[in-house]
């Protein structure tokens, strides 16, 4: 009898472990299903950095002895109000810079500094003013023997083929591209001439701001807004002609300037994604296939907007 009961707990204790088992297996399954859950959301984000590593650093730094020299509109006052001026800083990161001068140009209801070398010692700033902040601003012309001087108005210029343009020297010869109701313009600028010769418009209507850069004897990139406040991009062969469809880039990104160095382009932009809405930089070193991911610029009065970047001279 009494082996018949060691018998009977014997099977007992393996009827006990064999109900026991699955639950184990079931918290091995649990472990693995973990791990593999885990290593899945490794991967994908493993898989994510490497898809946006080459879009999102937080680091820019220029090649030794580039400079880049930012023109900007600010208030003097301390808001964005209605008086304006024109200043300009220079830096050697692209990211932290130096005030050089905080009165390049004043007047009530200023945008969008235009600022290009026409010769030696000739420097020309096509700039935006309205009368007052419902009227349309019309394009005026300065000029100055400094970068960083005062600009006097060229009072014989003609500003009606638009206005809020960049300006790019192709092998010597200058394209305005300027807004207008009817889209983006490209222009004509000859020294001494008392308006812009207009040559075609190259977007539909609804785009603004624009800013051109050359990366190559072939390709060219504009950056424009739209009036979603959105940063579009297009691009052309010769900067004229055959421009892409404008597709949008990054959101409540606003007045875009550009800049290449050094195979490298520094789009500047207000960031209105932000309060207040301060002027960022991204960086492509892909000729434009990807971006850094933006970076505040230090040094400029906290109205600082409109930025209209330039190679340091």
Known sequence: MSRLKEIL??????????????LGCSSQSSESTTTSTSTSTTTTSTLSSTTTSTTITTTTTLSPGA??????TYSPSGSKGN????????STNGVNFTVESYSLLAADYLTDPDVFKESAGHWVMLYSKATSPSTPSTLFKAICTSPIGSFETDINFIGDLGNICSTLNVNGHFYTYTASSEGINVCSYEAGAPRLSYIRTITEQGFVDPSVIQISANRFILYA???????CTAESSDGVNNWTSPL?????????????????IYLYYTDFS????????????????????????????????DPDPVVYE
Do not use: H, M
């Open 225 to 231: 807004k739209t009036f979603s406040g959105n940063t």
């Open 67 to 72: 400079i880049i020299r930012l023109y900007y």
């Open 9 to 22: 707990i014997i099977v007992g204790w393996l009827l006990l472990l064999t109900a026991l088992l699955p």
């Open 83 to 90: 008086d304006r001026a024109y200043g300009c800083a220079y």
């Open 274 to 305: 932000q309060s207040p809405s301060p002027i960022v930089v991204r960086t492509s070193a892909d000729n434009g296939a990807s971006y850094s991911s933006p970076l505040n610029i230090t040094g400029l009065p906290e109205s600082a907007c």
């Open 248 to 264: 949008t880039l990054f959101t409540s990104a606003e007045v875009p300037g550009a800049v290449y160095i050094n195979n490298t």
